[in-house]
């Protein structure tokens, strides 16, 4: 597959200087993680409203690069299209990316998330990649999407 150029929702931050969220919101603060080395926002629940509108239904790729504190927690998003809960638990001993699957726009074109974890444990997140439209079959990698899991901090 190829990298799709007629991205409406193209967005790719980096948590890493205090109050500056790119209009993520959920309290919280930025950190420095004892675990990773690299600045991570701290926080139980992360949210945003897209102002852009889509196609009705758009597929839309998330990818969160993160961990918790503590193991037994798995990754928990409500979006616009839907709910999806990770299969596995968020590692606890290392950042990594995970990959939010079938997350859609609703019949209005719009989109919106929030993330958090099952049982209420803060999140850990150093970054945040959203992509739409993107079609059913694209990857993170397909869509030329840059994770961080083999990068030093």
Not at 21 to 49: H, M, N, P, Q, Y
Not at 51 to 69: A, D, K, M, N, Y
Request: glycine fraction near 10%.
């Amino acid at each position: 597959m190829t990298k799709n150029t007629n991205l409406i929702i193209n967005e790719r931050v980096v948590f890493a200087d205090e109050g500056e969220k790119f209009g993520w919101t959920g309290g919280g603060s930025i950190i420095d993680d004892d675990v990773s080395g690299r600045r991570c926002w701290l926080v139980l629940k992360a949210s945003k409203e897209y102002p852009q509108t889509l196609p009705p239904h758009s597929e839309v790729t998330v990818i969160l690069f993160g961990r918790v504190r503590l193991s037994g927690s798995k990754l928990k998003c409500t979006h616009s299209g839907g709910t999806y809960t990770s299969p596995n638990d968020m590692l606890n001993s290392q950042m990594t990316s995970y990959w939010v699957r079938n997350a859609k726009a609703d019949a209005q074109g719009k989109f919106w998330i929030h993330l958090e974890t099952d049982n209420g444990q803060a999140l850990r997140i150093h970054q945040m990649e959203v992509m739409a439209p993107v079609n059913l079959g694209d990857t993170p990698e397909s869509l030329g999407m840059t994770l961080l899991s083999a990068l030093e901090p």
